[in-house]
């Protein structure tokens, strides 16, 4: 292509990016499947590739994390960061509303601007001329720390404004959020990987924003939601509401539910509806922003030292609660992980009784020092599983005892095992009935194999009745097995048995994440099924092999290769699919393909290997299997009692294997080590 074509193309590429980039992070309303986006960021990524002088750092492909800092840069705000002040109830709404007409003299009621008050990060984004120049938090207030590396990695933060009528500089301020779906799973993936579970998704937003190294970031499930700007007259709005119109034409995701409303009832409607509907909002928040609509109000009312005139946050009550721990007892989870839990007093926690609550590991109950028959915090942020906050030591009597974690399994009676350097101490018994039903929830879970209707009170039936003893064991469940159980009515079991034969063909990527391989978390498994193409090729990879995936160290190469040593496990695979299950691989992407547009023909029977398994890797090499030997045959493979096709072959002086050979030179390509 000429250089003006490729520039253009690449132009055309970025802008429809962008385009796609807003709908689906910022509008959450995607107009074109993954594939077909996937398609316009890899042709972008290939041209840029080839085109380096091309590259500019606002391009969709630049959000990728930039190599470690030592400290980050002080990054001084052009206009103080000011913090807002709270009132608790509506009363204080009134005054803040009081006091504002006050100040204006009227006694007319003042148009708020409504905004719920998200629980995350401030921070400032500058754009110059359009583009992203700096993120920077928002530190005390008048200097911040420069994290542009991070911010630019977040993908609903614009790098470059849409539309048009920006000013040329703009200071865009709003909140960093993690939602708190994916803040459980990054939780589950830390506690998965022995590291300490990050408190709420504020802590984890924060942590995940000042990292030093920006690679860090990009894997966090971030996002930006803007809520102002340094200099508001200068957009050119005349209002807040105005403005949050403007900048979400910009491309930027506002505060989602903000409303002007009328007057001082109008703002007590709003904050009491949206706290009533706090647990719907996918991210925290931690109550509402009540802001003076009019710039020009605005202005006249002016700031004190630390806080606008204009605006005021009426806080929520805290999701917090006193109670007692009647006992603490360590539950097993799926990967075996030990958790110690109290169980509590039951108590209403922002209007949801809870009886239990984790303390997360050993080391926290050691650090916060609570001890069975203490008066304790308990707190609930969004639906995530209450904790234990801190004990109250005005209350204690000395009666109170330490927990102790058993050596043994409370379950299965295992040795209690706690790996060097991590914190969870985990039971070694493979047979654990507790693990097997987490397995057996993880494997039906809706990002697994999505087995509708395999529920924890089934899976405890199940396990606990002796029905199933491994994964394998789900696909040989027939009506019979099922009309025992409670609760099992003719229509759930057919619906189940219906759900199970669904399942039975699955893509390679769920199907590894639906193992509940330690250190596999969905992003892994997804890294894995495009790198190997296949589960025999995963199955039969090296460490070393395993290594060369992204985002697949030593730790994460050796979990994977010892589930797959497993006898048991690898028993329970083929029983698996010997019961039909067929597990769909996916032509691997960034993967060597030593076999492209290489031929191979099987003939005979294979002894190791099914025809199937052989086929499906060599095709994961790139490779490609047909049934006639031809001229244009590159491999015959010859099993026991092969047919004509060998002696064909020989005629032709097309190479022969036989199986030996054959799986020799398929693991040596596997691993990369043949052209
Ligand atoms: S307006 C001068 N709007 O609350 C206006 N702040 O206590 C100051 N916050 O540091 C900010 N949601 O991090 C505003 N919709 C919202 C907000 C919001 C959360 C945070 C912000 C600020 C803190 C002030």
Redesign the pocket.
Known sequence: MPQNDVRSRIEALRTAIRHHDHRYYVLDDPEIPDEAYDALFRELQALEARHPELVAPDSPTQRVGAPPLDAFAPAPHAVP????D?VTDEAGLAEFDARVRRFLGTDDPVAYAC????????VELTYDAGRLVRGAT?GNGLVGEDVTANLRTVPSVPLALLGSGWPDRLDV?G?VVMPVAAFQRLNREQEERGLPPFANPRNAAAGSVRQLDSRVTARRPLEFLA??VARPVETGAKAHSELLERLAAWGFRV?DRWEQVDGVEGARAYCRRIEAERDGFPYEIDGC?V?VDAHGLQERLG?RSR??RW?V?YKFAPRQAVTRVLDIVPSVGRTGAITPVAELEPVTVGGVTVGRATLHNPDEVARKDVRIGDWVVVQRAGDVIPEVVRFLPERRTGEERPFQMPDRCPVCGARVERPEGEVIPRCTGLACPAQLKGRLLQFASRRALDIDGLGTKLVDQLVDKGLVKDLADLFRLGRAELAGLDRMADKSADNLLAALERARRVDLARFLYGLGIRHVGEATARALADRFGTLDAVMAADEEALQAVPDVGPEVARSVRAFFDEPANRASVERMRASGVEVLGSAPSGAPRPLEGKTFVFTGTLDALTREQARRRVEALGGKVTSAVSRNTDFVVVGAAPGSKAGRARDLGVPVLDEAAFRERLEAWERGELP
């Open positions: 960061m000011l913090s807002l709270n905004e719920p008050k998200l629980d995350g990060l401030a928002r301020r909140e809520y102002g505060a922003v802001k700031e806080a606008p605006a946050a």
